[in-house]
């Protein structure tokens, strides 16, 4: 479906094909996807107020890319079917205080510079939250600073059993701050383009029996408070300079 300007669905909704609109896309109800799914707008709102779900077992990947509008998914996603590998874009996404994403054991992908999470997200698969603009700066904790920040309750909603749960990406360059936080699943931060702003650990950063792995251009610094505990710490990136010399760093094995 193309050229349509704004789309307003109320009531149960079926889509079955990609959906391409100029200005926003509303849907009032419950939605389920009976083929795998692309939605896009022109830089407009892309809202859900119901509940989304696959229509059967067999799971429907989703890609939604609202450009530099809002994402917001206000109804449980996945709470009856999960959808398959699903990919968000947007400048800002929210999900609200009933809009838990449930993914089985399909990925999760956000791309997005600024965030607010209001309901558990859970999966076994992989969970990435990447800036959308490469130089946003990522704020972890609610001490950190950062455009796209999750404080403390927000990374709470972040529920254990992800194979790994990366911010950042390959192409991001905004540097990233870590406040402290104790975590359920390996993580990963990344931001590995060029000239990156690097990495700083403002407070006890732990992801308990799980591993850590920092990839990066840029330098990567801890404050009097930012300690690292893990089960496994792997440090990469060309270029990059690790100073890691926190008295109360606790790394089995690097």
């Given at each position: 479906i193309t050229?349509?300007?704004?789309?307003?669905?109320?009531?149960?909704?079926?889509?079955a094909a990609n959906i391409t609109t100029v200005g926003t896309q509303l849907y009032s109800g419950a939605v389920t996807l009976t083929a795998n799914t692309a939605l896009a707008t022109t830089d407009s709102n892309v809202t859900f107020s119901g509940t989304l779900n696959s229509n059967n077992t067999t799971a429907k990947t989703l890609s939604i890319n609202a450009g530099n509008g809002t994402l917001t998914m206000n109804g449980a996603v996945g709470g009856t079917n999960v959808l398959g590998a699903t990919t968000l874009t947007a400048a800002a996404f929210a999900t609200g205080a009933s809009g838990s994403i449930a993914?089985?054991?399909n990925a999760l992908t956000i791309n997005t510079d600024g965030i607010s999470i209001g309901a558990a997200i859970s999966g076994s698969s992989t969970l990435a939250i990447a800036p959308k603009t490469a130089n946003t700066t990522i704020g972890l904790g609610s001490s950190a600073s950062g455009a796209l920040n999750l404080d403390d309750a927000e990374l709470a909603f972040l529920s254990n059993g992800f194979s790994s749960i990366?911010?950042?990406?390959?192409?991001?360059t905004g540097k990233i701050t870590a406040s402290a936080y104790t975590y359920s699943d390996y993580i990963r931060l990344y931001n590995y383009g060029a000239n990156s702003?690097?990495?700083e650990f403002i407070g006890a950063f732990n992801t308990g029996s799980d591993n850590l792995t920092l990839y990066t251009t840029g330098t990567v610094t801890q404050g009097a408070s930012g300690s690292i505990s893990a089960a496994g710490l792997e440090l990469l990136g060309t270029g990059a300079t690790y100073t890691l010399t926190n008295t109360s760093n606790a790394i089995t094995t690097l």
């Open positions: 050229g349509v300007s704004n789309l307003s669905i109320s009531g149960t909704t079926a889509i993914m089985g054991a990366t911010f950042g990406s390959s192409s991001a702003g690097g990495i």
